[in-house]
């Protein structure tokens, strides 16, 4: 198999529906997309090196999974497509997330990325995740998209902050909390995790 085929040479590559420019917002998209499921791939590896974070690991797997399926439905550059992303990948990151927070000790105050390597990978994540959202939101702003690919995204960031303070729990490494926050977070409140 022949992997180069010259046809991007001039800065243009092909949508399902016609070709773009390389800086395009729907590539942008997809292309944020990509790069936050490498990361998250990086992430499933370090963490399949502890034992106590390898079914963690394994939904990182299948999160790679959805989040291609994510850029399968931002490359559609015409109506009608048959999208893969619907509203269940999110409910189900919604469930997990419920547990990794009844796993953690609460949190009050805003905290940074660190600890572990597994729990800063998975910040790495979360914040190329917000990227990609971020870009998705342009692209929305420009033609008609996915709307479950948004969604899922943003829910998807959460979940990466949940699942970077587990990452932590289990390992026996505290957060480390930016040192001049307030307490932020209301005590007895359902433990709710930190929203942007």
């Given amino acids: 198999m022949q992997l180069y085929t010259k046809t991007g040479d001039k800065g243009e590559t092909s949508l399902i529906g016609g070709r773009v420019r390389k800086d395009d917002s729907r590539v942008e998209a997809y292309g944020t997309i990509d790069e936050l499921n490498s990361f998250v791939g990086l992430a499933a590896a370090e963490l399949n090196r502890h034992e106590p974070l390898r079914e963690l690991a394994g939904r990182l797997v299948d999160i790679q999974q959805e989040l291609f399926d ?60 917000r990227r990609a959202e971020r870009r998705v939101v342009t692209l929305a702003g420009e033609h008609p998209i996915n709307g479950d690919v948004l969604v899922y995204l943003n829910r998807l960031s959460d979940f990466l902050f949940a699942a970077a ?30 929203k942007k």
């Fill in 70 to 129: 994510c850029g399968s439905d931002l490359a559609y550059a015409k109506e009608g497509a048959p999208f893969k992303m619907d509203g269940i990948p999110a409910a189900r990151l919604e469930e997990w997330m419920d547990g990794y927070v009844a796993e953690t000790p609460e949190i009050t105050r805003f905290i940074l990325p660190g600890g572990s390597a597994a729990s800063s990978m998975l910040h790495v994540c979360r914040t190329v995740c």
């Fill in 165 to 194: 303070r587990l990452a932590n729990a289990k390992l026996g490494e505290p957060d480390t909390e930016y040192i001049r926050s307030a307490e932020v977070f209301r005590k007895g409140k359902g433990k709710k995790e930190r």
